[in-house]
C-alpha cells in the first residue's frame, strides 16, 4: 500500500511562496488523479487542486491563477506551488490519491504578518 508524506509547510507573510510537497512510498505513475486539499478547524476539507496521470489539473476557484501542481512520476511525487498567499490560505494542507482513502498526514501552512 502506498503511504503519503507531505512536507514544507509553514509561517509565510501575505504574498509570499510555498512550495509543499507529497513524497509517495512507490511509483505513482499508475496513480490516475492524486489532489491537495485543505482543512481548517470547523470546517469540512475542500479540493485545493488535482492533477491527473496525463496532466489534466484542475484548481478551486479560490486558488486559480495562484497555485499549481506539478507532478513528477520519476520522483513519486507532486507538489502544491502557492504563490500570493492569503491569510484564508492558512490551513492544513493534505495529499490524497482520489478514490482511495489513502491521506498524508498533512502540514500546516499559516499566512499572517
Known amino acids: 500500500q502506498v503511504q503519503l508524506v507531505e512536507s514544507g509547510g509553514g509561517l509565510v507573510q501575505p504574498g509570499g511562496s510555498l512550495r509543499l510537497s507529497c513524497a509517495a512510498s512507490k511509483s505513482i505513475a499508475s496513480i490516475h488523479v492524486m489532489g491537495w486539499y485543505r482543512q481548517t478547524p470547523g470546517k469540512e476539507r475542500e479540493l485545493v487542486a488535482r492533477i491527473t496521470g496525463g496532466g489534466t489539473t484542475k484548481y478551486a476557484d479560490s486558488v486559480k491563477g495562484r497555485f499549481t501542481i506539478p507532478r513528477d512520476n520519476t520522483k513519486f511525487t507532486v507538489y502544491l506551488q502557492m504563490s500570493d498567499l492569503k491569510p484564508e490560505d492558512t490551513a492544513v494542507y493534505y495529499c490524497?490519491?482520489?478514490?482511495?482513502?489513502?491521506w498524508g498526514q498533512g502540514t500546516q501552512v499559516t499566512v499572517s504578518s
Open positions: 490524497h490519491i482520489d478514490g482511495t482513502v489513502l
